[in-house]
Nanobody
Framework: QVQLVESGGGLVQAGGSLRLSCAASGLTFSSYAMGWFRQAPGKERELVAAISWGVGATYIAHSVKGRFTISRDNAKNTVYMQMNSLKPEDTAVYYC???????????????????WGQGTQVTVSS
C-alpha cells in the first residue's frame, strides 16, 4: 500500500520560511518523480515544483521561482520543498504526489494517475 505523508506546514509571517517534507512508503521511491502541488480556496490546483527520478532534474513554477526549491533523499524515501520569502498568496493546502518512471513528470496532468498525500496547510500572514 502506497502512502505519502506530508509534514512541515503551519502558520508563518510573510517573509518567513518553511520546509515541507513528504515521506513515501510502499513504492520504489527512486523510480518515481515527485511533485508538490498547492490549492487555495476557489483556485485551481497548481504544480509548484517537481523533481524527476534518477538524477533529479527539477521544475519550479514561475510563481515561486527564486523562492522555492525541491530536493529528494532516495535513501530516506523523502522529498522536500524549501519555501523562502513566503507571501500571503502562498497560502494553500500543499500536496505531494508521485508518478512512475516514464511519465511526463513536469506535466501536472501526469500526476492524475499517480499517488497523492493528504496535504498540509500552509498559512502566510501579512
Amino acid at each position: 500500500q502506497v502512502q505519502l505523508v506530508e509534514s512541515g506546514g503551519g502558520l508563518v509571517q510573510a517573509g518567513g520560511s518553511l520546509r515541507l517534507s513528504c515521506a513515501a512508503s510502499g513504492l520504489t521511491f527512486s523510480s518515481y518523480a515527485m511533485g508538490w502541488f498547492r490549492q487555495a480556496p476557489g483556485k485551481e490546483r497548481e504544480l509548484v515544483a517537481a523533481i524527476s527520478w534518477g538524477v533529479g532534474a527539477t521544475y519550479i513554477a514561475h510563481s515561486v521561482k527564486g523562492r522555492f526549491t525541491i530536493s529528494r533523499d532516495n535513501a530516506k524515501n523523502t522529498v522536500y520543498m524549501q519555501m523562502n520569502s513566503l507571501k500571503p498568496e502562498d497560502t494553500a493546502v500543499y500536496y505531494c504526489a508521485a508518478v512512475a518512471y516514464g511519465s511526463s513528470w513536469y506535466t501536472p496532468d501526469s500526476y492524475d494517475n499517480g499517488y497523492w498525500g493528504q496535504g498540509t496547510q500552509v498559512t502566510v500572514s501579512s
